[in-house]
């Protein structure tokens, strides 16, 4: 998967001096040639939306997640967060042409998030599929309980909303559960049923954690409840897909 940034536009403006001379002498058939000025040359003028930001595209993202960790997905829109980032009102529209470009944004990088934190959780779990697949579980859920903004937002945007890249993103994220999946029945660890139905199992029962999470309606009384809750849940969701 999503990177583009945007790129800093200078103008070159070049001057130039004009020497002139006269002559020192003057005779009763010429006069002394008079020393020409340099025509003026009209000011520049800056255009209109110019901006200094080293990377306005991911300022614009920052400034919407911002927006909704204080309200709601209602209170996004192009002229608010270019007034909390500081450019004109045109600014954004180089990166995004409405709201909805933007929110595909936000949720693309929740995506590639996700992939990373599940990608990176079983790197460290060197066992066979069924612990790898316990530990993408739990490696989810923190993910959603520590981005609550990027999470909501990751599942806010419906088929027809979503563009090529958020689409792209959420495809390779799944990748990465569905890959545990088919190296758990090649390995004989997992039930030979559909793969895909399985991966659609393990994704709803830690997606439905996650949400009841960051909306504070899991009946945990700690952090290490939490924990304890996690290793509980990912446990049985891992023996159930696993072969009898």
């Known amino acids: 998967m999503l990177m583009v940034s945007t790129r800093n536009l200078s103008c070159l403006v070049k001057s130039s001096k004009s020497d002139s001379t006269s002559d020192s002498k003057s005779d009763s058939t010429s006069a002394a040639k008079p020393a020409v000025k340099p025509a003026a040359k009209p000011a520049a003028s800056a255009p209109r939306d110019r901006y200094h930001h080293g990377d306005l595209r991911q300022s614009l993202i920052d400034a919407a997640i911002a927006l909704i960790q204080d309200g709601d997905l209602s209170q996004v829109s192009l002229r608010e967060v270019s007034r909390r980032v500081g450019v004109s009102h045109n600014a954004p529209y180089r990166h995004f042409q409405d709201k909805e ?7 693309a990088q929740g995506f ?36 609550p903004v990027y999470y909501r937002v990751m599942f806010s945007l419906s088929d027809a909303q979503q563009d090529a890249a958020l689409k792209e993103a959420m495809a390779q994220s799944w990748g990465v559960l569905f890959q545990v999946i ?3 029945q090649a ?7 559909d793969p895909r139905q399985m991966a659609q199992v393990a ?6 954690i996650a949400l009841l999470a960051i909306e504070g309606q899991l009946r945990v009384q700690s952090g290490e409840d939490f924990d304890a809750f996690l290793e509980f849940s990912t446990r049985m969701l891992s023996q ?3 072969q009898q």
């Open 101 to 107: 470009a933007l929110l595909n944004a936000v949720a």
């Open 203 to 208: 994704w709803a029962m830690v997606h439905g």
């Open 240 to 242: 159930g897909l696993q």
């Open 182 to 184: 088919l190296a758990g």
């Open 187 to 193: 390995s004989s660890v997992f039930r030979a049923e």
């Open 112 to 147: 590639q998030g996700l992939k990373r934190v599940t990608e990176a959780a079983i790197a460290v779990t060197p066992g066979d599929a069924a612990e790898q697949l316990q530990a993408i579980g739990k490696a989810y859920i923190q993910f959603a309980v520590q981005n």
